[in-house]
């Protein structure tokens, strides 16, 4: 059995696209993400601590504009 770089070497040959993202779903990403992003380099906020074992740190914390 092709290991995961394999399968999708062997998937773009085929022709199969199942793996890729289309041009028109990257350019709506960037236009979703690229204001987040806008506001975490102005912002530069600190990462928020959390305690060993815990999975999110408290969601009050947050920066609104992460809800």
């Known amino acids: 059995m092709p290991d995961?770089?394999?399968?999708?070497?062997l998937d773009v040959f085929y022709g199969s696209q199942i793996n890729f993202v289309r041009i028109d779903e990257l350019a709506e990403a960037w236009r979703i993400f690229t204001p987040v992003l806008h506001a975490i380099e102005a912002q530069k906020p600190k990462p928020l601590p959390y305690k060993c074992g815990r999975l999110v740190a408290d969601v009050r914390k947050w920066p609104i504009w992460l809800l």
């Not at 995961?4 to 070497?9: F, G, S």
């Open 4 to 9: 995961a770089y394999e399968r999708l070497i």
